[in-house]
């Protein structure tokens, strides 16, 4: 894992302050490859690369790394797990490689085949800078589902882009300016992290995103698009029951898990009580020897501890405790803050990066964890809950219905088709109000249930839909955050249930698989019984708990903040918000979250010494 940053000058050739530029990208990312840098200046491109050594740690896998024949450049960010198989094809066809690590096979797999066809072959996590010498064409590409970021702005004739947000923040030409209409979109959970920034002029590379740069300007596309993906006449006849399912998933796991265990640097995994995490910790058994887990453990609110130590002796690994508690999660809130360049409206945030320095301080670098198993095999209440609203539609209960009946409630569906859209309700005169703050979303689930059209069900239809739904929305914001938290430990996250043949899988397995007799991810369920322990397998699904009780009195924050000057409050209306969030957990997470953000970047306040005025508020309000 790596940061990659870079400048495409459209006037022509990189100047020094282009180069200097991408250094000072490099300096404020650093945590992302604490372990070498490279820089290259070429034709209009000034290229950086920070590097985090995985596989090969020798200096034949630094970067910016040039082909053999000299008219290829990569700066690339991920790992893409198939890359013995690549490298063994490419041996074939003549390529020829000095070292061990993936890099090398990416690079020559772009130079050989070309970008849009490679890009189709990688299996893994990526995001990276490839420029063509040959062609004078820059390639910027990302991952299918966007486990990896990249953050690109124009600006002053040129494509700067950076593997976070803070490195194109931190030049002295680029301003620093939060976008009022994207805090709004944030506030009322309108927005995803996969595309969208709260800063001005700065954008996120679309997950499957493949970018071609030139002389001539930016031309965007995608080489890989889930609805697209998705061949709905495959899912439907997915109906039918097939008993070898549960052994097709625990061949894909067994095959992904081992993947992503490949590694010369030390690994552990993430294990909650949950059977996802449970799952990769258990499954990883059987590709490694010396390994370990960890599992955080909070001194209030829910605790997980126990759940996972059954895991860890069903599947016979170790697994380490990480304390939690109110003053060093409040010392991490600013600095989680600062790293994922948002509210962070994830309660947990604080506390995985408590488990990412954990990790570092253990001499840990890759950290395995259950991610994309909730939104690819339906685990959460709102995939079954958006279907029930539809089951008036089928039979029997559909033959109760008159003609007009079935129009007219038609109609109010398809108006808010799940139970977390945005609209409230067909007669709400705010309707349209609402859709104009994220017109996108509304237009992006009309196209998913138009794609899924020949799903005969609704109840499946929809069910499939609102998954597909939280792969654009929900997904993002988790990869998003895995991603900042752990590099800012120079930690690398790997999420083996994102896989390309599990995402296939996933998308065209029925949901009459999904969600059976009243259990979500039934399907996965039956895999984990080879696995772990019954009574994790039967426990109600409880995320990332931390109790949100760590915060309580915050909202003091805000009385004299600065969130009020970007939102233009009143001293009446900021007296209102900071009430409001004092009685209302979801605002006052992301209310004080968002107070942090804009003293971090528009006024300049240290995490430290944002950490410590937090803890003397709960002390003054006797919490």
């Known amino acids: 894992m790596c940061g990659i940053a870079g400048i495409w000058n459209f006037s022509g050739n990189p100047g020094e302050t282009d180069m200097a530029d991408v250094r000072r990208m490099i300096a404020v990312t650093a945590h992302r490859g604490p372990d070498g840098q490279g820089y290259h200046a070429v034709d209009s491109l000034a290229l950086g690369h920070c590097r985090l050594s995985i596989i090969d740690p020798t200096d034949r896998g630094n970067q910016p790394m040039q082909s053999g024949d000299g008219l290829g450049l990569l700066s690339y960010n991920g790992e893409v797990y198939n890359f013995r198989e690549l490298r063994k094809e490419l041996t074939e066809q003549g390529a020829s490689f000095s070292g061990d690590c993936d890099t090398e096979v990416v690079l020559n797999a772009l130079r050989i ?26 390639w910027l590409a990302r991952d299918r589902l966007g486990v990896k970021s990249l953050s690109v ?39 995803s992290d996969g595309q969208s920034s709260l800063f001005r002029r700065i954008r996120r590379l679309p997950p499957g995103g493949c970018w071609k740069v030139s002389a001539a300007g930016v031309e965007e596309s995608r080489f890989w698009d889930a609805l ?36 010369d640097a030390p690994l552990a995994t993430a294990c909650s009580g949950g059977i996802d995490s449970g799952l990769v910790t258990a499954m990883s058994k059987s ?12 001194d209030v609110g829910v605790n997980e501890v126990e759940a996972a130590q059954r895991t860890g002796r069903k599947s016979g690994v170790e697994i380490r405790r990480v304390a939690e508690n109110r003053d060093k999660y409040l010392r991490n809130l600013p600095k989680s803050i600062y790293h994922v360049e948002n509210d962070t409206h994830f309660v ?28 690819l095999f339906g685990g959460y209440n709102w995939h079954h809950n958006s279907a029930r609203l539809w089951r008036k539609l089928d039979p029997p209960r559909s033959l109760l219905l008159t003609r007009s009946q079935r129009k007219k409630l038609l109609k109010q569906l398809r108006q808010a088709p799940f139970t977390t859209s945005l609209r409230i309700g067909i007669q709400d005169s705010r309707n349209a109000v609402t859709l104009a703050l994220s017109p996108d ?13 020949p799903v005969r069900n609704h109840q499946a239809r929809v069910f499939a ?58 399907l996965l369920r039956t895999v984990a019984r080879n696995y772990l322990p019954e009574e994790n397998i039967r426990a109600p699904k409880i995320g990332f708990a931390i109790t949100t009780s760590y915060t309580r009195g915050c909202e003091v924050l805000l009385s004299n903040g600065f969130l009020r000057d970007v939102m233009r409050w009143s001293d009446a209306e900021t007296e209102y918000v900071t009430q409001m969030a004092s009685q209302d957990v979801n605002a006052h997470v992301r209310l004080i979250g968002m107070e942090i953000l804009v003293r971090l970047y528009c006024e300049g306040e240290t995490p430290d010494a944002i950490g410590e005025k937090l803890i003397g508020m709960q002390h003054d309000s006797g919490q």
């Not at 849009?116 to 040959?134: P, S």
């Not at 590709?287 to 909070?298: F, R, T």
């Not at 954990?358 to 994309?372: I, N, P, S, Y």
């Not at 196209?447 to 059209?453: C, G, H």
């Open 153 to 191: 702005a124009q600006y002053e004739n040129r494509l700067i882009f950076c593997s976070e947000d803070k490195g194109i923040l931190a030049l002295d030409s680029f301003p620093t300016e939060i976008s009022a209409r994207d805090v709004t979109l944030r506030l009322a959970a309108q927005a």
């Open 348 to 375: 947990s945030t604080p506390s995985l990066f408590a488990m990412s320095e954990q990790c570092r301080a253990d001499g840990v670098k890759v950290l395995l964890t259950g991610e994309g198993a909730d939104e």
């Open 465 to 522: 839909a609102r998954g597909l739904l939280d792969i654009y929305s929900h997904l993002q914001s988790l990869l998003h955050r895995h991603d900042r938290i752990s590099m800012a430990s120079s930690v690398e996250l790997r999420v083996p249930f994102i896989e390309n043949d599990i995402i296939d899988f996933a998308l065209h397995l029925h949901p009459d698989f999904k969600y059976r007799k009243k259990t979500s991810k039934w």
């Open 287 to 298: 590709a490694l020897q010396d390994y370990h887990g960890y599992v955080m453990d909070p």
């Open 113 to 138: 085949w070309g970008v849009e066809r490679a890009v189709l072959r990688f299996n893994g996590m990526f995001a990276f800078a490839y420029y063509d010498m040959q062609e004078k064409v820059l």
């Open 228 to 263: 697209e993906s998705v061949d709905p006449e495959r899912l439907e006849a997915g109906s039918r029951m097939k008993d070898d399912l549960p052994h097709q998933l625990e061949t894909l796991l067994k095959s992904s898990i081992a993947r992503h265990c490949i590694s």
């Open 441 to 453: 979303r509304i237009i992006l689930q009309e196209k998913i249930l138009e794609r899924l059209a």
